[in-house]
């Protein structure tokens, strides 16, 4: 069973920044696609970052970024310049043909 262990998050003030790790248990190479999301309070689950094997990535937030460790299965979302608004549960999902296996979910709140 792939596993998908996420880390980072917590309390940051409003311009802060803040960086999220996630780690698979398997080759990130071996999925053609990976991803961040976030799910707001009360909000539906929302694509924040695609990260495709081979391509560009592809953030909906500029203010956010991305950057994979291949040798450490990792790979890590760069927030900078948080917003109240960017509080929320984070997650990252590791794709393949017919399967994902999603992370744990990291909470960030934005607060001063």
């Known amino acids: 069973q792939v596993q998908v262990m996420q880390s980072g998050g917590g309390l940051v003030q409003p311009g802060g920044s803040l960086n999220l790790s996630c780690v698979v248990s398997?080759?990130?190479?071996?999925?053609?696609?990976m991803a961040w999301y976030r799910q707001r309070p009360g909000k539906e689950r929302d694509l924040l970052v695609s990260?495709?094997?081979?391509g560009a990535t592809h953030s909906v937030e500029g203010r956010f970024g991305v950057s994979r460790d291949i040798v450490k299965n990792t790979i890590h979302l760069h927030m900078t310049n948080l917003k109240p608004e960017d509080t929320a549960v984070y997650f990252c999902?590791?794709?393949?043909?017919?399967?994902?296996?999603w992370g744990q979910g990291t909470q960030v709140v934005v607060s001063s």
């Open positions: 990260i495709p094997r081979i």
């Open positions: 398997e080759n990130i190479f071996n999925f053609y696609h």
């Open positions: 999902i590791a794709e393949d043909v017919g399967r994902e296996y």
